[in-house]
């Protein structure tokens, strides 16, 4: 089962994404995505450039030796545009082998560990009102769980507001947009929005916020603690993970689960977190952590140390991740929710995908493989879009995290 043809299809249907497309002898073929948000280029350029001639002629079904083929046949390790690279080349092998069976992917991992997967939707408003009225209309969707997000009084701007009532991108054509943040504003603030959220909606819905890396280790755990009587499902990213003995002292003073990883690439970058039981969810996802192969790696460490998965799943990633992450989640025994963020009607005509949403829960679907296809004649008419995420400075204009 060689592989015979592989390309790179750059488009813009709403948003920027990279699909890697692999073809083996008999005309079978497989989706990877390789979208790194504001950088996506770059990582079509290693792809092009770097990768695809030397998968011409490989055995599709080795895909263990393929992911270190490309991983330490190249010596430079690791990095996103590395990580995105080789993840979108597992993602289409995996793709390849289960429609060669005529399976559906989680039938390979192990089968399927639970029914349905569970998700969360992202409730937001530019103040307190407006994101309980979001918060209402989630509900009403039918989710479970729910990530809030607010505009903090005295700030113009700050991460996690949507611009429509079930998407949100933040990245931006032509140059990035600058945001001024306060953390004493956003401390003071955002105890008082979930206080109203439980109030007006009841304990039972899971609720779920996101710090986006922006506080110190001391700062988080002040808000964790604030937190408590709310019962969050987790607060997410509370500091910027770099500095991994950090969460020691968060774990110190608050009970607030936490949850940690979207932009790490590999095991190692979570290793301590989760041997140390420093966090309770671990975040990274499929496109930017070595595809299936190396995810399923990081989620059996997790499983030793009762941590549990929350894979990224905005929209910044295409059909064909979010359709690989409900088929992990589907099988990894220590699954514990998936975010989930719709597309736009664009994206889903150029991507048409089997997995479905219903009741707060996704399931990927019977189809084989991925259960993602690509229809190419519609993405060529959707060209790519140079755009740029935020960049974030605290009011006296220090770089911050955004």
């Known amino acids: 089962m060689k592989i015979v043809d592989a390309k790179v299809i750059v488009c813009c249907p709403g948003r920027n994404f990279v699909t890697l497309k692999l073809t083996v002898e008999d005309g079978i073929y497989g989706l990877g995505d390789a979208t790194l948000n504001g950088r996506e280029l770059a990582v079509a350029s290693y792809l092009d450039d770097h990768v695809i001639p030397l998968l011409i002629g490989r055995d599709a079904r080795r895909i263990e030796d393929t992911w270190h083929y490309l991983y330490?046949?190249?010596?430079?390790?690791?990095?996103?545009?590395?990580?995105?690279?080789?993840?979108?080349?597992?993602?289409?092998?995996?793709?390849?082998?289960?429609?060669?069976?005529?399976?559906?992917?989680?039938?390979?991992?192990?089968?399927?560990?639970?029914?349905?997967?569970?998700?969360?939707?992202?409730?937001?408003?530019?103040?307190?009102e407006k994101t309980l009225g979001s918060f209402g209309h989630f509900l009403n969707l039918g989710y479970r769980a729910i990530r809030a997000q607010s505009g903090v009084p005295g700030l113009k701007a700050t991460y996690g507001i949507g611009h429509g009532e079930t998407t949100y991108e933040p990245a931006v054509r032509d140059a990035p947009?600058?945001?001024?943040?306060?953390?004493?504003?956003?401390?003071?603030?955002?105890?008082?929005?979930?206080?109203?959220?439980?109030?007006?909606?009841?304990?039972?819905?899971?609720?779920?916020?996101?710090?986006?890396?922006?506080?110190?280790?001391?700062?988080a755990a002040r808000l964790g603690r604030d937190l408590e009587p709310f019962r969050l499902f987790w607060l997410e990213d509370p500091t910027a993970a770099?500095?991994?003995?950090?969460?020691?002292?968060?774990?110190?003073?608050?009970?607030?689960?936490?949850?940690?990883?979207?932009?790490?690439?590999?095991?190692?970058?979570?290793?301590?977190?989760?041997?140390?039981?420093?966090?309770?969810?671990?975040?990274?996802?499929?496109?930017?952590?070595?595809?299936?192969?190396?995810?399923?790696?990081?989620?059996?460490?997790?499983?030793?140390?009762?941590?549990?998965?929350?894979?990224?799943?905005?929209?910044?990633?295409?059909?064909?991740?979010?359709g690989a992450a409900l088929h992990f989640d589907l099988s990894v025994h220590n699954f514990g929710i998936q975010e989930y963020m719709p597309h736009t009607e664009e994206t889903d005509r150029v991507y048409p995908h089997a997995y479905n949403f219903r009741d707060g829960f996704m399931h990927p679907g019977e189809a084989p493989g991925l259960g993602v296809q690509i229809d190419e004649a519609l993405a060529a008419k959707f060209p790519y879009q140079r755009a740029y995420l935020p960049i974030n400075r605290k009011l006296d204009g220090t770089l911050h995290s955004w």
């Open 72 to 128: 330490k046949g190249a010596y430079w390790r690791r990095g996103p545009v590395t990580m995105t690279a080789i993840s979108a080349v597992d993602t289409a092998l995996w793709d390849i082998r289960a429609k060669s069976l005529n399976v559906p992917l989680y039938q390979l991992l192990g089968g399927a560990s639970r029914d349905k997967v569970l998700v969360y939707g992202h409730a937001s408003g530019s103040d307190m």
């Open 177 to 219: 947009p600058e945001d001024h943040w306060s953390t004493e504003h956003y401390l003071r603030f955002v105890p008082q929005l979930f206080e109203r959220l439980r109030t007006e909606f009841g304990p039972e819905v899971h609720l779920l916020h996101d710090a986006h890396h922006r506080l110190t280790p001391i700062e």
């Open 242 to 322: 770099e500095l991994q003995p950090a969460l020691r002292l968060i774990r110190q003073h608050t009970t607030t689960p936490i949850a940690i990883g979207e932009v790490f690439n590999t095991i190692f970058d979570c290793q301590q977190l989760i041997e140390e039981q420093l966090i309770d969810f671990i975040r990274s996802t499929v496109v930017h952590a070595g595809g299936i192969t190396h995810l399923r790696k990081i989620a059996h460490l997790a499983e030793a140390y009762q941590v549990r998965t929350g894979c990224h799943g905005a929209t910044d990633l295409s059909p064909v991740t979010m």
